[in-house]
């Protein structure tokens, strides 16, 4: 029978453009473990991140927001909350008895970018933009500004537990 770990990510590289480093699933794998730990989630969980052109996240965004530009992430959670509890289902647990948080949609090109934009390493940026896609999953969110400085302070906290700072 087949372990699975607290929080177990699948990556798929959907884009040519950027060459993903050897170490750089690993890296993302313990951003994801921090995050799912930091918030208290304590189920096995499973996570899907998918890296895309700034052309194939466009895409997205205009078919699931109606906004026709590239942006850097999109999060699509599975589970959901109420009063930032999981309000889990037997449909939300799988054969295997690992709950599907969710998919990630990480546009490299624009992590790039933004890496370069903001003074820090490209890694740091997809960690960051996994981070906090993570949080939007377990049902954070940052709609007025004391829930925006909340989660920017537990995604620094998160990053930092793990050694990846600006």
């Known amino acids: 029978m087949r372990q699975i770990k607290m929080s177990e990510v699948i990556f798929y590289n959907r884009q040519r453009k950027i060459k993903l480093p050897d ?8 951003c994801v473990s921090a995050a799912v730990r930091g918030v208290g989630f304590g189920h096995e969980s499973r996570i899907y991140i998918t890296f ?9 965004n205009k078919e699931f927001r109606n906004l026709d530009k590239a942006t850097d992430v999109l999060s699509f959670p599975m589970l959901e909350f109420r009063d930032m509890s999981p309000v889990i289902s037997k449909e939300d647990v799988g054969p295997d008895g690992v709950i599907e ?3 990630i949609i990480i546009s490299l090109e624009t992590a ?3 890496s370069e934009e903001y003074g820090h390493s490209f890694l740091r940026e997809v960690c960051f933009l996994a981070v906090h896609s993570i949080l939007h999953l377990l049902g954070f969110d940052h709609e007025t500004k004391a829930d925006e400085e909340s989660m920017f302070k537990k995604q620094e906290d998160i990053l930092a537990s793990i050694g990846i700072k600006r």
């Open 52 to 60: 895309v052109s700034d052309e194939k996240i466009r895409k997205y």
């Open 23 to 30: 170490d750089f699933k690993s890296t993302m794998s313990k």
């Open 112 to 114: 790039k970018r933004q």
């Open 101 to 103: 948080l969710g998919d």
